[in-house]
């Protein structure tokens, strides 16, 4: 199973970027994805969205609401994550993750597979 990331690098604050996912590997077309980030090394890697293949449901760190939006392509076995208004405080390695159940996870430890990922710098 492999999960790669692309679509990170360098804006202004205020800009925007399109993170993608691409999954080989298995489909997780009936599963939870989601991204999470890590702001500094040896900084605990922290939720920031998901899409539940259960429902449909979405789920978004108070940090990003607003300004992020998850979504997925099923047939394409990528899930995205649209960035807008970004911030300074947004930089960190973005990583995405893939896990066998459908329903919403936040946690990190509730997923088994991750991307290597993808940087975003946001320059104020």
């Known amino acids: 199973v492999q999960l790669v990331e692309s679509g990170g690098g360098l804006v202004q604050a205020g800009g925007s970027l399109r993170l993608s996912c691409a999954a080989s590997g298995r489909t997780f077309s009936r599963s939870t994805m989601g991204w999470f980030r890590q702001q500094a090394s040896g900084k605990e890697r922290e939720f920031v969205a998901?899409?539940?293949?259960?429902?449909?449901?979405?789920a978004y760190a108070d940090s990003v609401k607003g300004r992020f939006t998850v979504s997925r392509d099923n047939a394409q076995n990528t899930l995205y994550l649209q960035m807008d208004n970004l911030k300074p405080e947004d930089t960190a390695v973005y990583y995405c993750?893939?896990?066998?159940?459908?329903?919403?996870?936040?946690?990190?430890?509730?997923?088994?597979?991750w991307g290597q990922g993808t940087q975003v710098t946001v320059s104020s």
């Open positions: 993750a893939g896990r066998s159940s459908a329903v919403v996870a936040t946690r990190p430890s509730e997923y088994g597979y």
């Open positions: 998901s899409f539940a293949w259960f429902g449909g449901k979405t």
